[in-house]
């Protein structure tokens, strides 16, 4: 949980929470954990298969529900929710603004929207390692043919929620200090040689080398760290 974030939830309390594009309900989970009161959070996405593990794991909490659903057109009443959240997940949606819409769409009148998302700006040091690595991870998935976008700027991120007629309320960088997300950077740094290999046939991959190279660079001389995300709140 970022620390800042989790001081901002303790002060809300609300009925019903979604969480848009959940994969395993890590940000459900942070949710749960940092509001301040809530009745219910339903965590949505279109891969069963991580909803299936998010369902496992937090199974001990009856107020965590996981439904697939497609973020863009979710079947859900207009007004079904007090609290929408997207956490580091902007940047796989296609169609932004159809994303915002829909997020409005669900809110109550005065709801709020929370945003969650890394920024390809406010990196540095150790950070920056991580922010590398995510942007390296979505070149290979677009040289694959697989939609990725790079990460936004804390700028564009704003105006995204502005332009869809949100008032943005708060926001601020976080970082996740946690030192299990830090072992998991660590794992992905020791499997980019490995990954790299499988990739000598894409017309990228002289460009993908050079993108490891840069990532294990910075690594040397900054170390490893969860990079920072752009925390928003915004009314509806």
């Known amino acids: 949980m970022m620390e800042k974030l989790g001081q901002e939830l303790q002060k809300i309390k609300v009925g019903r929470v979604v969480d848009i594009a959940t994969r395993r309900g890590d940000f459900a989970a942070n949710l749960a954990k940092g509001l301040g009161g809530f009745e219910e959070i339903i965590a949505i996405d279109v891969d069963e298969k991580a909803l299936a593990k998010g369902r496992e794991a937090l199974a001990a909490d009856s107020r965590i529900k996981f439904e697939c659903r497609d973020a863009y057109h979710t079947g859900y009443a207009e007004g079904s929710f007090d609290l929408v959240a997207v956490g580091n997940s902007l940047h796989h949606f296609e169609d932004v603004p159809a994303l915002f819409q829909e997020m409005k ?42 939609y990725h976008h790079h990460t936004y700027s804390s700028r564009e991120i704003l105006d995204m929620a502005e332009a869809a007629g949100f008032k943005v309320t708060k926001s601020f960088l976080d970082w996740d200090k946690e030192p299990k997300l830090v072992k998991g950077i660590e794992k992905r740094l020791e499997e980019l040689e490995e990954k790299l290999a499988e990739l000598k046939e894409l017309p990228d991959y002289q460009e993908l080398a050079e993108g490891v190279a840069r990532i294990k660079a910075n690594q040397a001389e900054h170390g490893a760290a969860f990079a920072a995300a752009l925390v928003v709140f915004a009314e509806k």
């Open 105 to 146: 769409r669900l809110l109550v009148p005065g709801g709020t929207l929370l945003i969650s998302e890394m920024t390809a700006d406010g990196q540095e040091g150790a950070s920056l390692t991580h922010a590398l690595i995510h942007r390296w991870e979505s070149d290979v998935d677009r040289a694959q043919g697989i």
